[in-house]
């Protein structure tokens, strides 16, 4: 065996680092058109630890302009406003009701504030 170098061991001079990858070729013309997504969180929701979206079945509340599989975004952190749009538990069960004044029956419990509505077309 023949020795060709000795002494200590050199550190490598060129080690592969994880980085972004570089564009090679030609640059894709639909690159142009890359938009970024719409988040409705993002844009429909104040308060994520209080909101809560929920699916309307039925349509018994159309004179409210809530219809059948429409989503409500309701957020539970809002202070109730006059003529606000709220969903209220009366005797046990959801009910959506528009607030005209401060509510006089002890049975109804307001649970939040409509904010938005998502009518499916």
Not at 43 to 67: P, W, Y
């Amino acid at each position: 065996m023949e020795i060709i170098k000795h002494g200590k061991i050199e550190k490598v001079d060129h080690r592969h680092a994880p980085e972004v990858s570089k564009q090679t070729g030609f640059p894709s013309p639909a690159t142009h058109y890359l938009e970024p997504t719409i988040n409705l969180h993002q844009e429909l929701v104040l308060n994520s630890d209080a909101t809560f979206f929920i699916r309307v079945k039925g349509r018994q509340f159309l004179n409210l302009h809530v219809d059948h599989n429409d989503v409500l975004i309701v957020d539970r952190s809002l202070p109730v406003k006059r003529n606000t749009l709220i969903l209220a538990i009366i005797d046990g069960e959801f009910e959506l009701i528009r607030l005209q004044d401060e509510p006089r029956d002890s049975s109804i419990s307001i649970w939040g504030t409509v904010t938005y509505i998502i009518h499916r077309t």
